[in-house]
């Protein structure tokens, strides 16, 4: 049976409190939570504007939890210095424009945005760190990644999740499929994350081809609810 991962990007618990300019509620906290409710990974952003998790909490959430820490960043000089001084297990390196409210789309790895990616991808591996690049499910995509030195790719479910009718999310999940399969072929691992909520992961976890779920607007936005640590809980079901 395939082990289903799921990483908590707890980012939203971060925005809550820079909303305010408070120490509450505490991302640590969040992390801690979701490691006791028995989450894979924990996932932050740090965004170059730094609209919701700081460096600090990479820093203390580095340090207290026992579970994988992943850090989803652009490959900037400044977030690769944080990266090499905290060294979080893995970094996920995605796109980032400054005016959008969240990742829209995957890294294009073919255009010319990019120069020196394969000698970034190399410091971050020197220093212990798995690399996975956050892509589009695309096989053009996926065989640049390995090119690169990636060990992972995690794929884009944005579209799917804003799939306006059952059909466009079928051939979405199948572009998905057909993309995690290549990617397993080349030897690299298969994540997914973008969008995804407590209604529309199923589909994703029947493929049995993706190892890691990152989800975190929809648990914060859950947990809003029902608490933390239920509403982690109750997503891990889903991916069982």
């Known amino acids: 049976m395939h082990q289903h ?4 990007n707890i980012d939203h618990v971060a925005t809550l409190r820079q909303a305010r300019g408070t120490t509450y509620p505490d991302p640590l906290l969040a ?7 028995g989450a894979s990974n924990i996932t932050l952003h740090i965004r170059e504007d730094r609209r919701h998790a700081q460096e600090r909490d990479l ?3 580095r340090r207290a939890v026992g579970i994988k820490v992943n850090l989803e960043m652009a490959p900037t000089d400044d977030l690769k210095r944080i990266a090499l001084a905290h060294r979080p297990h893995s970094c996920t390196l995605v796109p980032e424009r400054r005016q959008e409210l969240t990742t829209e789309g995957g890294m294009d790895l073919l255009g010319e945005s990019y120069p020196g990616l394969d000698a970034y991808i190399l410091d971050l591996r020197k220093a212990g760190i798995t690399v996975s690049l956050f892509i589009d499910p695309d096989e053009k995509q996926v065989t640049k990644a ?4 990636a060990a992972a790719v995690e794929f884009n479910s944005g579209r799917y999740a804003e799939a306006k009718s059952e059909k466009e999310a079928a ?10 399969v ?8 298969a994540h997914v ?13 029947a493929m049995q081809l993706l190892e890691e779920f990152n989800i975190g ?14 509403a982690v809980r109750e997503m891990l079901a889903l991916l069982a």
């Open 193 to 205: 994350g973008h969008g995804l909520h407590y209604h529309n992961v199923r589909p994703l976890v």
């Open 217 to 230: 607007h929809a648990i914060v936005a859950r947990a809003v609810m029902v608490g933390f640590e239920r």
């Open 182 to 189: 290549y990617a397993l072929s080349n030897g690299l691992r």
């Open 146 to 149: 390995c090119k690169l030195g």
């Open 59 to 61: 820093e203390l959430i």
């Open 31 to 37: 992390a801690l939570v979701a490691e006791q409710a």
């Open 171 to 180: 051939l979405e999940t199948e572009r998905i499929r057909q993309a995690a």
């Open 5 to 8: 991962k799921l990483g908590v």
